[in-house]
């Protein structure tokens, strides 16, 4: 049993191994490679430098999406800056108290424009465009009420020259008016 055993166990040991192992054992038994290929000779099997090539430079011939972002945010800026010119000459012809505000908000919107236009740019713009729109119909109503205000002064007249009509001399002269009109 041990003989036989042992036989048995060496050739499902040498069953189970892959080819390579199996002459490696060899090899170092035999060194049965060596026989086959001979020594190893390493010599014309050298590694080659590699020169590290220089990246290329990328560039870009055209950007199709690029040159249209562009012109589209050119021309609404041009739009814009129109827009704010005429916002602006409106504004001045209908009230010149406001208009040192009016030329601030025109100096920061036309003259402050950068090469590099985009996207903040035109929000920008169109904001001030809102502004002025805004002050304008704010002109206009202030000015519908002013007007409305001083026909019904007219129309009524001051209350000092109603009540002096009414009661004379008794009311224009009284003691407690003077007081009360005096600045001290």
Known sequence: MTTQSLQTAKK????NRNIVE???TEKQKSDMLEQFFGPKNLEGF???EVK???PKQEFKLFDR???QEKESTDSQIKELLDQIRQEVKAIKSA???LISKVQEAEKIAIDNITENQ???????LQLIVLYLRTLKQRIGESSTWFDALKTKAKKRGSLFANLSKKKGTQYSLSQELQSSRSVQ
């Open 52 to 54: 590290p090539r220089a």
């Open 12 to 15: 499902q040991v040498r069953n």
């Open 22 to 24: 199996t002459l490696e």
């Open 65 to 67: 999406q690029e040159y």
């Open 118 to 124: 985009g996207v903040y740019n035109i929000r920008f």
């Open 46 to 48: 050298q590694k080659k």
């Open 95 to 97: 009230d010149s108290a």
